[in-house]
């Protein structure tokens, strides 16, 4: 079959009844969490508004932007920059200062990471059309394609520059999207799943909760954890902004590499490592801090666990979008962290 004779959103009532939606996805190519992510809609009067609050000059244009799949957000140029306008729509307003507070401290580090921008009152956060909301600086720079040595030596160096910097930040909270969290929806969601894929699930949440057992102590600080690479922007070959803190947390520094390397480092397709890659990131990483004995003897299954992690989400974001075409179209495809997962389960490079 032709993948672009008809739209996924028509062939979506078909293939989710029979179950066969990945592979389907997989064999004609649809694009899955490719269209427009803006679930709060905003008009020009209520841009307007919302800028006459701040000293950011006179709204020029604005556009919904496309990709994410937990927040609206919207591109506002003015006439005096460009600006990111974030609306939040998985976290009420007393659990956003959390992740302003994160990205304010990356910020006072050195970092280029979009800290919310205070309005004329001083306040950084603020609620639109019943959501928080908050106003970012709009940084140089586009996604990259794809990854390659260079880019993943440098991310290496910069995430490892990043965790010693979140060891010095004082607030310790743990993942909503953590133990807690993948214990309870790897339960709800283990019935819906197919024998063989709930069974994967499930050991590898009962591998992590023996590991948790264990006296192994491992280095912890403040992460950004889901550092994804289309979570950073790229000005040529440099590095110039990380983005998307709203996942951050206080956890395992080798837990956010390991997601680090399932994304940047593997081959969507297969789930293979590129070893090129791989090497060029935890070289660079381990210059800026080594590893210990411990991290590098629990590395397997940390890599595990992250592919885990985002495997159980796109499953949740999935099966929660399963009645509405149009929010169905903009999730991500479980199958390609599911086939992460298989390989690493299968063979795990050394730490080194």
């Known amino acids: 079959m032709d993948g672009n004779a008809f739209s996924a959103i028509d062939l979506f009532p078909l293939i989710v009844e029979h179950r066969l939606f990945f592979e389907y996805a997989s064999a004609v190519d649809i694009k899955i969490g490719t269209k427009l992510a803006v679930y709060t809609s905003l ?15 006179n709204l020029v244009s604005f556009q919904g932007i496309s990709g994410g799949v937990e927040n609206t957000n919207y591109f506002v140029t003015t006439d005096q920059g460009k600006y990111v306008l974030t609306l939040f729509e998985e976290f009420e307003a007393e659990e956003v200062p959390y992740f302003l507070d994160v990205v304010a401290h990356f910020k006072a580090e050195g970092f280029n990471v979009p800290a919310a921008i205070d309005d004329k009152q001083g306040e950084r956060l603020r609620m639109v059309k019943g959501r928080p ?22 991310m290496g160096t910069e995430l490892a520059k990043l965790h010693k910097a979140g060891q010095t930040f004082p607030e310790k909270r743990p993942s909503h999207r953590g133990v807690a969290w993948w214990n ?37 600080g403040t992460i950004h954890a889901d550092l994804f690479f289309n979570n950073t922007l790229f000005v040529g070959t440099e590095l110039s902004a990380i983005i998307d803190f709203y996942n951050a947390c206080h956890s395992w520094l080798t837990y956010d590499l390991a997601i680090v390397v399932n994304d940047w480092c593997s081959d969507p397709d297969t789930g293979e490592l590129d070893m090129a890659k791989y090497s060029a990131l935890v070289t660079a990483y381990a210059s800026e801090r080594p590893f ?44 390609e962290i599911k086939r992460i997962l298989k390989v690493r389960l299968q063979s795990c490079p050394e730490l080194v």
């Open 43 to 57: 008009d020009q009067d209520d841009m307007l508004a919302l800028l006459a609050d701040y000293d950011l000059g």
């Open 133 to 154: 909301a908050i106003m970012v600086d709009c940084f140089p720079g586009t996604l990259l394609d794809q990854t390659d040595a260079a880019s993943c030596a440098l």
């Open 184 to 220: 309870v929806t790897s339960k709800d969601l283990a019935p819906k799943l197919p024998a063989e894929e709930a069974t994967l699930l499930l050991d590898q949440v009962r591998a992590f909760d023996d590991f948790l057992q264990t006296s192994t102590e491992l280095p912890t």
């Open 292 to 335: 210990t004995g411990a991290e590098k003897e629990t590395w397997p299954l940390m890599l595990q666990t992250a592919a885990m992690r985002f495997w159980l989400s796109r499953l949740e974001a999935w099966y929660g979008a399963i009645d509405d075409p149009e929010r169905l179209a903009q999730q991500h495809n479980p199958e």
